[in-house]
């Protein structure tokens, strides 16, 4: 089996790449380094290309020497706060296009990554089939990268896979920096005996999602029927609620900090993946909770 993964230098590409070389023949990671960084892919034992994607005529055969029968497409633009919308868009958006003709010359099978910043501020629990409703450039890109899937599996026969992640915490996500998960930051304050700095009042919720269980989905995905998935738990865990599983996790005692949120527009209040399609359709539930999603990350960082 000859897998290509996109974005490979990154958090979830990185633990792909990790977790899949032991079932492929070839593996190769793209990444242009832009984010990522090359300590992610420490016990690596494939080829890494580097490259922008994204740029126009991009002459896949130049760096690879395998047709790969699936492509993993994680590489994209991340940060949801950056300032140029039309550099955001242009780079998701004909990275995206770039991988499809890829897939379409060599039969692969594209399994990318969504976000469930497609659903916006849309209701709760949110199903495959709610409106979407993006709320920036980031999350405008994610929803035109799935109107793409749609139109070439329809009009070239091809199998695509999106995968709307929720909040995907876990090893290799440090060097994101302030864009790393909430976990990651609070656990961090929390280590230096600080007070966890979390928005007023804490009662807000996510779907936090181990990223062993964001890999599981993905190989999932490999057997599943082209069309978009949750990627969730299907479980809301309040920012309080990290901060009480991080005080027990580490065996601290600190109160919460609660400061104002300066980005009401867009913030995503709540969110909460319905997943019941994924557990239909791709046989996937994640196996994490937030305690032992936590408890096991922590262990990896050295925090325990
Ligand atoms: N981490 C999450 O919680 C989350 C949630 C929803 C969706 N996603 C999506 O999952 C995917 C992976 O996310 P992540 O957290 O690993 O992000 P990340 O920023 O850690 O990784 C993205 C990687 O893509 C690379 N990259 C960016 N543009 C590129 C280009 N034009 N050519 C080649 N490489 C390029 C970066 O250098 C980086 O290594 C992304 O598409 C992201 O939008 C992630």
């Given at each position: 089996?000859?897998?290509?993964?996109?974005?490979?230098?990154?958090?979830?590409?990185?633990?792909?790449?990790?977790?899949?070389?032991?079932?492929?023949?070839?593996?190769?990671?793209?990444?242009?380094?832009?984010?990522?960084?090359?300590?992610?892919?420490?016990?690596?034992?494939?080829?890494?290309?580097?490259?922008?994607?994204?740029?126009?005529?991009?002459?896949?055969?130049?760096?690879?020497?395998?047709?790969?029968?699936?492509?993993?497409?994680?590489?994209?633009?991340?940060?949801?706060?950056?300032?140029d919308?039309?550099?955001?868009?242009?780079?998701?958006?004909?990275?995206?296009?770039?991988?499809l003709?890829?897939?379409?010359?060599?039969?692969?099978?594209?399994?990318?990554?969504?976000?469930?910043?497609?659903?916006?501020?849309?209701?709760?629990?949110?199903?495959?089939?709610?409106?979407?409703?993006?709320?920036?450039?980031?999350?405008?890109?994610?929803y035109?990268?799935?109107?793409?899937?749609?139109?070439?599996?329809?009009?070239?026969?091809?199998?695509?896979?999106?995968?709307?992640?929720?909040?995907?915490?876990?090893?290799?996500?440090?060097?994101?920096?302030?864009?790393?998960?909430?976990?990651?930051q609070?656990?961090?304050?929390?280590?230096?005996g600080?007070?966890?700095?979390?928005?007023?009042?804490?009662?807000?919720?996510?779907?936090?999602?181990?990223?062993?269980?964001?890999?599981?989905?993905?190989?999932?995905?490999?057997?599943?029927?082209?069309?978009?998935?949750?990627?969730?738990?299907?479980?809301?865990?309040?920012?309080?609620?990290?901060?009480?599983?991080?005080?027990?996790?580490l065996?601290?005692?600190?109160?919460?900090?609660y400061?104002?949120?300066?980005?009401?527009?867009?913030?995503?209040?709540?969110?909460?993946?319905?997943?019941?399609?994924?557990?239909?359709?791709?046989?996937?539930?994640?196996?994490?909770?937030?305690?032992?999603?936590?408890?096991?990350?922590?262990?990896?960082?050295?925090?325990?």
């Amino acid at each position: 089996m000859d897998i290509l993964i996109t974005g490979g230098a990154g958090f979830i590409g990185s633990n792909l790449a990790l977790y899949l070389q032991k079932m492929a023949d070839n593996i190769t990671v793209v990444d242009d380094f832009s984010k990522g960084v090359y300590k992610n892919l420490e016990g690596f034992e494939g080829d890494v290309v580097v490259a922008d994607i994204s740029k126009e005529n991009m002459d896949w055969e130049h760096y690879l020497d395998f047709e790969p029968d699936y492509i993993f497409h994680e590489a994209s633009n991340t940060d949801t706060t950056y300032p140029d919308d039309k550099e955001m868009l242009r780079s998701n958006i004909e990275g995206f296009r770039n991988v499809l003709e890829l897939a379409i010359n060599s039969q692969a099978k594209v399994i990318y990554a969504s976000s469930a910043s497609v659903y916006g501020k849309g209701t709760i629990p949110m199903s495959e089939n709610s409106q979407r409703e993006p709320k920036n450039a980031y999350a405008f890109s994610k929803y035109i990268l799935e109107n793409m899937a749609k139109k070439y599996v329809e009009n070239y026969d091809l199998e695509c896979v999106g995968l709307r992640y929720f909040n995907v915490y876990g090893p290799r996500e440090s060097f994101k920096g302030k864009v790393a998960s909430m976990i990651y930051q609070l656990a961090l304050q929390m280590k230096e005996g600080k007070r966890p700095k979390i928005f007023e009042f804490g009662e807000q919720f996510r779907d936090q999602i181990y990223i062993k269980d964001a890999v599981e989905a993905n190989v999932r995905a490999m057997e599943a029927p082209s069309g978009v998935y949750n990627v969730g738990t299907g479980k809301p865990t309040s920012f309080n609620k990290i901060v009480e599983v991080l005080n027990k996790v580490l065996g601290t005692n600190l109160e919460p900090d609660y400061i104002k949120n300066p980005y009401t527009q867009f913030y995503q209040d709540q969110t909460l993946a319905d997943v019941s399609l994924a557990a239909s359709k791709m046989g996937f539930v994640a196996k994490y909770d937030i305690e032992s999603g936590i408890e096991d990350y922590m262990r990896w960082l050295g925090f325990v």
